[in-house]
């Protein structure tokens, strides 16, 4: 079982910067990619920004030249740098991680979504 644990959001200003971290956990065999998602009240789920394990990353446009997506794989660790942040950033930011685990020697594809991290962004 692969589990995931987001942190690092909050409250923060028009203009200002925060910085998700999600660090999976379980039994990891690899991790294939890990990214992030939002979703906004009344919204659907959208992708913000992803990362392969060759290091490609893609974005969404509305984020691109202000969100970073990074990746410590020692920790199992994805980050995700948001900076100039607006109103319209505001949501909840979700990690998801496709990953393989193993088992009592099964390895098993897996996706698996964190819990979720409110980013609330004032005027």
């Known amino acids: 079982q692969v589990q995931l644990v987001e942190s690092g959001g909050g409250l923060v200003q028009t203009g200002g910067s925060l910085r998700l971290s999600c660090e999976a956990s379980?039994?990891?065999?690899?991790?294939?990619?890990m990214g992030w998602y939002r979703q906004a009240p009344g919204k659907q789920r959208e992708l913000v920004a992803v990362i392969s394990t060759g290091g490609s990353t893609n974005y969404a446009d509305s984020v691109k030249g202000r969100f970073t997506i990074s990746r410590d794989s020692a920790k199992n660790t994805v980050y995700l740098q948001m900076n100039s942040l607006k109103p319209e950033d505001a949501a909840v930011y979700y990690c998801n991680v496709y990953a393989h685990a193993k088992q009592a020697g099964l390895i098993r594809p897996l996706e698996v979504w964190g819990q979720g991290t409110l980013v609330t962004v004032s005027a």
């Open positions: 379980g039994s990891i065999f690899s991790i294939n990619a």
